[in-house]
């Protein structure tokens, strides 16, 4: 069955240091694959998204590429700040089977 | 804009014991999703509703595990009895339209079965 892969938290930064979580994925077909971020006490939000390879999704400094090729969705972010200590989760919606499928997700902490 | 409400945040019970959490989705959403989310992986889809009509149930455990969504608004999910393996952060999502809809997603409550 479909399912995405996360690289293990947690991942600890500096505050302006840049940020890479991987995130890869196996599906049928060509789904739709998202970032969800989880800030603590809150619930999950969509920090971006893309529908086809090659698109980059891109939000709040965030940016992630949809690389069929590699069946890869990692996401990035040049100088990371402390609000973005969350917990980030990948995402995959194959349309045929018309549900999410989440990743472990994988914990940030950023310090001053 | 109001976002999706869930009641309560905290619940703790015995093994064996029932419970139910309840869900408001955001005004004009049609597709409501339960979730379950324990400790240490994804959230994963237990059901969801479009209207009042189960769209997808196919995850949940429907010996212990009971949802309704009456006149296609609020919804509740309940578990009865419930079991040490049970503990775990139930989430809301609703949606406007289908699943290729952004999902909105309540803050969950926290379930600790003792």
């Known amino acids: 069955g479909d399912s995405v892969t996360q690289m293990e938290g947690p991942v600890t930064l500096s505050e302006e240091a840049f940020l890479t979580i991987n995130c890869t994925y196996t599906a049928t077909g060509y789904p739709s694959l998202f970032w969800y971020v989880q800030y603590p006490g809150e619930g999950l939000q969509l920090l971006l998204k893309?529908?086809?390879?090659?698109d980059k999704g891109s939000n709040k400094g965030f940016e992630a590429t949809y690389r069929k090729e590699t069946t890869s969705f990692h996401l990035e972010k040049g100088s990371v700040q402390v609000s973005d200590s969350a917990v980030y989760f990948c995402?995959?919606?194959?349309?045929?089977?018309?549900?999410?499928?989440f990743g472990t997700g994988t914990r940030l902490l950023v310090s001053p | 804009e109001a976002g999706v409400a869930q009641s309560p945040r905290y619940k703790i019970i015995e093994k064996r014991q029932s419970v139910a959490f309840w869900c408001n989705p955001i005004s004009g959403h049609a597709t409501l999703y339960w979730y379950q989310q324990i400790l240490g992986q994804g959230p994963k889809l237990l059901i969801q509703?479009?209207?009042?009509?189960?769209?997808?149930d196919s995850q949940l455990p429907k010996d212990r595990f009971s949802a309704e969504r009456l006149k296609g608004v609020d919804s509740t999910l309940k578990i009865q009895p419930a079991k040490l393996e049970d503990s775990a952060v139930y989430l809301c999502?609703?949606?406007?339209?289908?699943?290729?809809?952004?999902?909105?997603f309540g803050p969950g409550t926290r379930l600790t079965v003792l």
């Open positions: 995402a995959l919606l194959n349309t045929g089977f018309q549900k999410l499928v």
């Open positions: 509703f479009q209207n009042n009509g189960v769209v997808d």
């Open positions: 893309a529908t086809k390879a090659d």
């Open positions: 999502a609703t949606s406007q339209g289908t699943v290729l809809n952004e999902q909105f």
